[in-house]
């Protein structure tokens, strides 16, 4: 009951801020430049034709009334037409199959990231000092700086001319997904590993830990059923965003091997200027951030019995 | 109580790696503890009293070793200990040890009574219903009202009292044959240390336990201990039944100790403390470690670390004072106060 009413005190501040937030980025995009809206013959067309376009797509209206339309439409599920990338393409079925595309290497990365990430902080926490932990600590030092644009196109290069794998993406080739996941798995592995070890030694210098070995728990048992469940709880937070971003795809990643995702789609949106496309985009990366935060403190107050569940404080909004 | 020592400790050595360098915490150590009896060590924050009994359960940390001696517990020398297996044969079931702070002695995310009850399936080789039957039991033998509500709740529902009453059911439910209690009582406050003393001596009496009591609080010595070993830079410099130790101290650290207590002051003045510093324990000492504080000292309490001199057949120190040659010293009046005190 209590885990009910929080959850929905909370989505509905969740739609609050899903509110402003909206609203923002679409006053923000009415400041980008609007040749974009003419297509690629704006040049050549006279001032008249120019202001004829803009007035039919109800852009010569003051902002409060564009507001006030542009929240009608999306409440009807319209994220409005694409006017560039696909000319007269609703954004929804667009964006679509982007997402799809993003969504499959999205989420075998993101396994792949906890599958290897939180087993190697675990291991390096419980041989803290020792070799597992030392290379490992040399291998989240490189990734976190060395910039990632330097070892994506090296493991392109390297991955294309030792094992002759294709350096861009291939629809329904699976041996051109094997690069993009590794580039799109060692950062999120570093970060894993690294918190979770962080979390596994602050908690193994706690009393309990102490006096759980005191009564004579061994110690695979006490890293087990106390050290990993204690030190998973700030990780939990995060799961559900990292599972959502999966959604969202990488920008440079995609860029790279060509794959037609999300990253890649927003950055082709701003440079051909389809303001439309870049705003539905956009709209969509914040509300699965906001739907994201929602998530993780739902999965904490489910992992944490401390965290109180009526007085509605603490949680982010 | 028994004249057999259930547990033996000789000349211990204990180092640590800080930073590099090398510190002796216990040097050379010896003590014996016997069956049934509550013995308390006393002594400064750094003498060693908690480091000494953390190696009679392998707990020190990863960067401190054993370097010479024995302790000596059912045919066994601890002291050799090395693989995990062995110490599990120790830990809890044979020696149980309950901690200072109960507010972080329990794990946060599980429930008080899965907490009591890991020990009880480990330790009483039980399992299900008996085990969880078992639980409640001591939990309200340790006095947790309405038990079966309580064992469903979680730390952050107890107050501090009653988490060690749960750490101390914790320990119980390991069946041990000696209780470390390493100030059971600092964190809690005073109508409840009281409760929770007690509730321990009820404790040792029906289950027949050994008590080794850590604590810098003479209050608590006097109410709980049969004997008494007060630690000085990593060394027992005294021993003796309470009545010896706090009546006929010989140690002048001893002294000095017992001068602390505010009961001793007189109103109006000061209260008595130790002028000085503990001696630095990553260098060597040499000669008796309290004789740069100590305005008795001799001229050989510099030069050589003096023996254990017998006052009685349970009491005995580590002061030149004692041997015949020296000087005849008085102890500070306080220390006579301190008898009629206790006469009145």
């Not at chain 1, 939180?118 to 419980?126: F, S």
């Not at chain 2, 180092?15 to 002594?43: C, H, M, N, P, Y």
């Not at chain 2, 000061?270 to 008795?296: M, Q, V, W």
Request: glycine residues 8%; hydrophobic residues 45%; contains cysteine.
């Amino acid at each position: 009951m209590d885990m009910l009413k929080y959850s929905i005190g909370r989505l509905l501040r969740s739609l609050i801020t899903l509110f402003i937030v909206l609203s923002m980025v679409f006053l923000l995009m009415r400041l980008m430049p609007v040749e974009g809206y003419f297509g690629a013959r704006g040049d050549n067309m006279a001032p008249e034709v120019k202001e004829q376009i803009l007035k039919s797509l109800g852009l010569l209206d003051p902002w409060y009334k564009q507001l006030v339309s542009f929240w009608g439409r999306l409440l009807h599920g319209d994220l409005g037409e694409s006017i560039v990338y696909r000319r007269g393409a609703s954004c929804a079925s667009i964006i679509g199959p982007k997402i799809a595309t993003s969504f499959r290497f999205g989420i075998v990365s993101l396994l792949i990231q906890n599958i290897v990430g939180l087993p190697l902080g675990v291991l390096m926490a419980n041989k803290k000092n020792g070799v597992v932990d030392k290379l490992g600590n040399v291998y989240i030092l490189i990734i976190n700086a060395v910039p990632a644009a330097v070892y994506y196109l090296l493991l392109q290069l390297g991955g294309s001319n030792i094992f002759g794998i294709s350096m861009i993406y291939r629809p329904g080739d699976v041996s051109t997904m094997i690069l993009p996941v590794i580039c799109l798995s060692l950062g999120g592995i570093a970060t894993n590993a690294m918190w979770m070890r962080r979390y596994m030694v602050d908690q193994m210098n706690m009393d309990y830990i102490r006096l759980a070995k005191a009564k004579g728990l061994s110690s695979k048992k006490v890293a087990f059923s106390h050290v990993v469940r204690n030190a998973f709880i700030p990780m939990a937070q995060s799961l559900p965003r990292s599972i959502i971003f999966t959604l969202a795809g990488s920008l440079y990643v995609e860029s790279l091997f060509s794959i037609p995702g999300m990253g890649a789609l927003l950055v082709t949106a701003i440079q051909r200027q389809d303001n439309t496309l870049v705003q539905a985009v956009v709209l969509l990366f914040s509300a699965m951030s906001v739907v994201s935060m929602l998530l993780g403190d739902i999965a904490m107050v489910i992992c944490d019995p401390r965290i109180k569940l009526t007085s509605g404080k603490g949680g982010r909004v | 109580m028994d004249k057999n020592p259930i547990l033996s400790v000789k000349d211990l050595v204990v180092r640590f790696k800080l930073r590099g360098r090398v510190l002796t915490a216990i040097r050379s150590v010896s003590i014996d503890v016997f069956q049934g009896e509550s013995l308390a060590i006393v002594g400064e924050s750094g003498s060693g009293k908690s480091v000494l009994t953390k190696t009679f359960m392998g707990l020190l940390d990863n960067n401190g070793w054993i370097e010479s001696g024995s302790i000596e517990y059912d045919g066994k020398d601890l002291a050799k200990f090395k693989t995990e297996k062995e110490w599990l044969e120790i830990r809890g079931g044979k020696i149980a040890m309950v901690f200072q702070d109960p507010m972080t002695s329990l794990s946060p995310l599980k429930t008080i009574g899965k907490q009591v009850e890991e020990a009880v399936v480990l330790h009483q080789k039980v399992k299900g219903e008996e085990a969880k039957k078992r639980t409640l039991e001591i939990l309200a033998e340790v006095g947790i009202p309405d038990v079966e509500t309580r064992y469903k709740q979680y730390p952050h529902e107890f107050s501090g009292g009653m988490r060690q009453r749960v750490v101390i059911a914790m320990a119980l439910a390991c069946k041990p044959q000696i209780l470390i209690c390493d100030e059971p009582t600092t964190a809690l406050d005073v109508t409840i240390q009281a409760q929770i003393l007690s509730l321990i001596k009820r404790m040792q009496e029906k289950y027949n336990l050994t008590v080794i009591f850590i604590t810098h609080d003479l209050g608590v010595v006097a109410e709980m201990a049969d004997r008494i070993a007060v630690m000085y830079a990593g060394d027992i410099i005294e021993t003796g039944k309470c009545d010896e130790v706090f009546f006929n101290p010989q140690h002048p650290y001893t002294w000095a100790l017992l001068g602390s207590l505010p009961q001793l002051g007189v109103k109006g003045e000061n209260l008595y403390s130790i002028a000085g510093t503990p001696p630095n324990l990553f260098k060597e000492i040499k000669g008796d470690a309290f004789a740069p504080r100590n305005k008795y000292a001799l001229k050989v309490d510099y030069v050589a670390r003096p023996p254990y001199f017998s006052v009685s057949e349970t009491h005995k120190a580590r002061t030149w004072l004692l041997d015949p040659r020296s000087p005849k010293i008085e102890p500070p009046e306080y220390i006579r106060r301190l008898k009629e005190m206790e006469v009145k």
